[in-house]
């Protein structure tokens, strides 16, 4: 009989990078944009600062994304080299510390003992990693993954407000951007939900509670340094 099942949990490391990165493209972008559209500036100006956004901000995106998940990919490279050392120093030890996280699991402690002698001699550090410290192959970090997704995302996310603003006339562009980037983050939050099998209203709801904070923040802003010209 064949599993049935899917899951989608190998999917959070990319994922994650990507909805973050279009998120931050989308939100970033269109409230620079509506502040500045705000001002009474001319498309020139807008075409120049929605570029600029979106060049800088894909750079940084990557630049974040792979710092980070770099520096949590070598504390796990860390915490395997440690667990490597103490299997190697004392694995009667260590096989007490597998049957323990069994035991407080659930299982009887002769099952305990015996699963755990059966992975450690199948694979002791990928028992360990597992089970004691939580690392995984699938969830292990992967910081270029994360780099690229972010970066190419975000630029993606930064190239829809943009567009909105060069196509509409200077008198609908501040609504336009942002109506258009609020449902940009709708279909961002719904699509995100779908492809990580939760339930679509909170993440369209959120991300678009959010957008709609930031750019009501910076339209405020650019109106207040607009009068003031």
Known sequence: M??????????????????????????????????????????????????????????????????????????????????KSELAANPKQEHAELTAIYVKRGLEKSLAANVATQLMAHDALAAHARDELGISDTLAANPVQAALASAATFAV???????????????????????GSLLALAVLGFVASRVGGSSALVPVARVTFWGALAMGTTALVGALFGVAA
Not at 44 to 61: C, F, N, Q, Y
Not at 157 to 179: D, E, H, Q
């Open 2 to 83: 064949r599993h049935s099942e899917h899951h989608r949990t190998h999917r959070t490391g990319w994922l994650r990078a990507s909805v973050l990165g279009a998120n931050d493209g989308i939100i970033s972008t269109a409230s620079l944009l509506v502040g500045v559209a705000a001002t009474g500036a001319d498309a020139k100006t807008m075409l120049i600062t929605g570029v600029a956004s979106l060049v800088a901000g894909s750079m940084s995106m990557a630049a974040g994304e792979y710092v980070s998940v770099s520096s949590q990919a070598d504390t796990e490279n860390a915490d395997l080299a440690r667990e």
């Open 157 to 179: 996310g930064s190239a829809l407000p943009l567009i909105v603003a060069l196509l509409l006339p200077a008198s609908a562009r501040l609504w336009g951007i942002a109506a």
